[in-house]
Structures are given as C-alpha cells and as structure tokens.
C-alpha cells in the first residue's frame, strides 16, 4: 500500500506474489481459510477481527462449501451469478462450474472478512480495496488454464486466438498498459476532435480555441470552457455527434476552450498558481477582450472546474466580476469524501512524492492511467486481459476510451501541491486556507448563479461530493445554485447528448439542505440533462447579436486550425 500509483496490469503488486509464493496454487487446492493477505494487512493497520465474528464467517464458509460440493457430487452444474461466466462453456463442464462458483465463495468469504476488520474508517477503507484487488485479480476468468472460454476458443480457432492473444500481450507491453480501444480507428482532428475552430491564443501551458458559430446569431456573452488537465480536452469534443462543444455551438453559443499543455521537462517547475493565473485567469482575460464583454459564462468539469472555481475566487476578491454564470460538471471543492481513490492519498504517500517530484520534475500520465483503472479493475483491466490477451480478440473501436488512453503527464510541484493541499488537507473549504499569489482564497466570494452537476456512479467524484458545492457557492443565498444528477459514471454521465435519449437524470429545484434531502425530493427525468443546462445558460447569456466572421480580433489573431498542436502532444514525448 506505499504505492500511489501502481503498475496498471498488476494494480497492486499482489498477483505476482501471489504466483510467486505459490498462493495460487493453495487457492485453487483448498478454501482460502488461511488468509495470509488480508491477515499481513490487518496487522499492517494496527486493525483486529472479532474472534466470534470470525467463527460464524468460518462456519458459514464450511456449510456453503459443503452444499457446493454436495450439488457438484450429484452431477448438478451450481448457479452462477456473475456476468464474468455468463458464457455456456462455464456451465457445460461442471468442473469449470465448480471452480467459478467456489471462487464466487471465496471471494465473498474474504470480503466478508475485510468488512469485519475493527478499524478506523480510512483504514478499513484501505484493507477492503487490498482484498477487492486480490479478489479481483484471482478470478479463474483471468487465466487460461482454468478459462474454458478461451480454451475452446483455441480449439475451434486451431490455435491462432492463441497465438493472436500473444501478439496482443507483447504488443502492450512495448506500450506500458493494456489496450481498451482499437486506436487506429481514431485520430485527433481527423474524427475526434473535429469541431471547427482556430486557436487565437497560447501560452506555455495552454492554447485557446475560438469555435465556428453555427447560427447566423448567437448570445452576446460567451462561453469559455476549462477541461481537466488530466487527459486532454476533447472529451468534451469526440464526434459530432456526442459533441459537447458542438451542442452549445448550435445552441447559439460563441464557445472558446482551454486546451493544455502535456507538460515536458521544461515545464517540470510549473505550480498550482501557475496554472491559476497564467491559465485560467489568462483564459478568462482572453475571452473578454475577444468578445468586447466584461462578463462571461465559465464552466469548468473535473479539476478544470476547482481550477476555475480557484480563479473566480481570486477575481472576485479582487473586485472583478468576470462571470455571469459557472457551470461545474463532477466536480470537487470540497474534499471530505474523495471517494475511493482516498485510498492512495495518507501522509506517507503524499510526502513520497513530494520527495521525489515536488521541487521539479513529473508525474506521468501513465500513471494516472494505472491509478484510475485500479479504481475498476474488472472493467478497465482484468475485462481486457481475458478478451484481448486469452481469447486473441481485437478491442472494438471506442471514443471515450481512445481518449481515456490519451494520457497526460502533470508538472511535480503543481500535482504535489494538489494532493496536499485539496486531497490530504482539505483547505480549499476553509476561507483563506489557500492563497493563489499570496491572495487568500475564499469560494463564498463568488457572486454568479452556478449549475452544479453530479454523476450518480462517479467512483471518481462521489455525487454527494459533487452537492456540496452547493453549501460552499452563494453560502447567503443557495438558491442561486442549481443541482442535477446524472445517471451513470463520471465521464459516460456527463457525455450524453439529448438526440440518442439514452440514460435518465434527477432534478429537484430545492438545495438547501443535505444532498440525502436533495435526493429524497428528487424526481427522475427521462434522457440527457444537456437541455436543463442550456436553458440555464441562456439565461445568463445575454441578447442575440450576429455570429462574428472571424476567430479572434486585432490583438489575437489565428495561430493555427482547432484543434491545435498541444493537444496531439503524447504523454511519453
């Protein structure tokens, strides 16, 4: 557990020990009554179990064992419910069967135990990730000897899936991770990235993108929007048709957009205010003296939205008003419930890295990569393992996760302060906690009615995190925030344009109370919530004025088409 970010094919370091110390081997051979793993990390943790507890979780153990092998003695194949063996070939041979269904005991047996550990809340936390990892990584679907799956697959493909799977295994290894997507389906600016556009501003951190309108009117004030610096921009730009840039264009919007940097050496020195005042504030400059307005309308998702929240902070403590509405997509502000990644995040792992990159120096993106895909190691790795690596198949074509494996590194001094700071000590919550400048930051200063927005399955951004934004914008007069929640995760949520009517999302008006309260009023609405925030935006977006001819003005000519150079920059140049 001293890693922050461990490897991606191995999360934790556990199936290589586990092969090493011949553990496996006692796991397929016997019930994994001796729990060496999980009792080295109880031990770890300083944690205990409840001697009784454990009794009745043995005792169970052994009877739902025994009617196990009683139902497979009898010829009678045991139910299994996982969609990891949901194939025939699972049910076709009762010894495969068996071992699905005893490994599902086992698993469950070793969770139980994990949530009976006595332990402080973060601890416990931490030793129930261990485990999920372990139990993970164990399934008999993740190994050839004990997959039929991939067994018949060989056979009935006289041995090419096999060698196909190889090809596949040395090809990502010369990658460093685990291919999700057919990337040669896609290429930034050719069908991802696509939106028209020239960039009219940049920087060493970032460069700005001005869009074609696509109305012969559009709303006099603009919109400016701050992407994560984790992963590159066109999340927010797939295809035309999941575009979110492309949404608000059509929807009458003059839409400017922060491309950043992948940083390199060069910018191994680069720090949080670094990229407060030389990217979004700069950004945010940019966009009024393009468009002539002294007010905008900003949305920020992911870290882009801490980052502009930051800004606005700043700004209008200092007597601007640069804003006439924010939009927060999974966004954090405050910190108490970081989810599950808090798992990486104590003192020892935040100082380890301080030490080794926090006065220069980067954080790759790789290992972001290998961080968020530990978070869901079925879907994100051991899914792959078993398609890509035992039954030879190729990855199907997919945006999202082209994207999703466009990684980006982050300069050491700006992550580390990062983690202390927002993730380890919270003080972003707290007036005058931080100081961007030596300026104490102060949310509460921001005086602009804000669209919060919350993914209901976000393992990265917990909703509930997402709502407490409301209690920390316009804290006087909470009725200036709005809240809605979206199904799904923290990237398939937010990407849900109206026109495929996939998914639902939940509004409730009142957001003065708990995020339960919320919740508890809420009601269910069909589709995408992308309508409720561009009717919220037009609100704020002023009169209607004839769409400009020409990207940029006098000052802020085209440098070049969208999307830019920065953002086809690869994390390992």
């Not at 992948?262 to 504030?281: C, E, F, H, K, M």
């Not at 949520?493 to 708990?514: E, F, L, M, Q």
Request: with cysteine; net charge negative; aromatic share 10%.
């Amino acid at each position: 557990m001293n890693n922050i970010f461990p490897p991606q094919i191995d999360p934790q370091g556990w199936l290589s020990q586990f092969t090493d110390s011949g553990a496996w081997q006692a796991w397929t051979q016997k019930p994994p009554i001796d729990t060496t793993p999980l009792t080295a990390a109880v031990k770890e943790f300083g944690a205990s179990i409840d001697p009784s507890a454990l009794a009745k979780l043995q005792a169970d153990y052994m009877r739902q064992m025994s009617e196990l092998w009683q139902e497979v003695m009898s010829a009678k194949a045991p139910a299994i419910g996982d969609r990891r063996f949901a194939s025939p070939e699972w049910q076709s041979n009762p010894l495969f069967a068996f071992n699905a269904a005893a490994y599902l005991l086992n698993a469950r047996f070793l969770m139980a135990l994990a949530n009976s550990v006595e332990a402080a809340p973060r601890a416990k936390q931490k030793i129930r990730f261990a485990v999920q990892q372990m139990v993970d990584a164990m399934s008999p679907a993740n190994f050839l000897v004990t997959n039929p799956e991939a067994q018949k697959k060989i056979i009935d493909t006289k041995g090419d899936s096999l060698a196909k799977g190889i090809a596949h295994m040395l090809e990502d290894i010369q990658k460093g991770r685990i291919s999700q997507s057919d990337e040669s389906a896609f290429e930034v600016g050719r069908n991802v990235a696509t939106s028209e556009g020239a960039v009219v501003f940049e920087n060493a951190l970032f460069q700005l993108i001005q869009y074609k309108p696509l109305t012969k009117s559009v709303y006099e004030k603009p919109l400016l929007l701050v992407p994560p610096c984790i992963n590159k921009y066109y999340i927010l730009d797939l295809q035309p048709e999941n575009s979110l840039v492309r949404h608000a264009v059509e929807q009458g919007h003059t839409v400017f957009l922060v491309s950043w940097c992948n940083p390199d050496r060069s910018l191994g020195q680069a720090t949080w205010d670094d990229y407060i005042l030389d990217g979004v504030v700069k950004s945010i400059n940019v966009v009024q003296e393009i468009s002539g307005q002294d007010q905008i309308n900003a949305l920020g998702f992911c870290v882009g939205g801490t980052l502009l929240s930051t800004a606005l902070a700043l700004l209008f403590a200092r007597g601007d008003e640069p804003v006439a509405s924010v939009t927060l997509l999974t966004t954090f502000l405050d910190f108490s419930d970081p989810g599950v990644i808090e798992v990486f995040i104590d003192e020892a792992q935040v100082s380890m890295r301080e030490q080794a990159i926090g006065r220069g120096g980067l954080m790759p993106g790789r290992d972001f990569a290998s961080t968020f895909s530990s978070l869901r190691p079925n879907d994100l790795v051991w899914n792959y393992v078993k398609s890509n690596y035992l039954k030879g198949e190729e990855p199907p074509p997919f945006d999202l996760l082209y994207w999703n494996a466009d990684s980006t590194n982050l300069p050491g001094p700006m992550f580390c302060w990062y983690l202390r700071n927002l993730y380890l000590e919270n003080n972003l919550r707290v007036p005058g906690k931080t100081k961007v400048a030596n300026e104490p930051i102060d949310l509460a200063a921001i005086d602009a009615p804000v669209f919060i927005y919350g993914s209901k399955e976000d393992h990265i951004v917990p909703w509930t995190s997402s709502y407490e934004s409301t209690k920390l914008l316009n804290p006087k007069d909470r009725g200036r925030n709005r809240f809605i929640l979206g199904a799904s995760g923290h990237i398939a949520g937010v990407i849900n344009p109206p026109a495929k009517k996939k998914r639902n999302y939940w509004s409730n008006d009142a957001v003065t109370g708990s995020a339960e309260e919320w919740m508890a009023g809420a009601k269910v609405q069909p589709g995408s919530w992308w309508p409720e925030w561009t009717a919220f935006l037009a609100e704020y977006a002023g009169k209607q004025i004839a769409a400009p001819k020409k990207f940029g003005n006098a000052k802020y000519t085209p440098i070049e088409a969208a999307p830019g150079r920065y953002v086809k920059v690869k994390a390992d140049h």
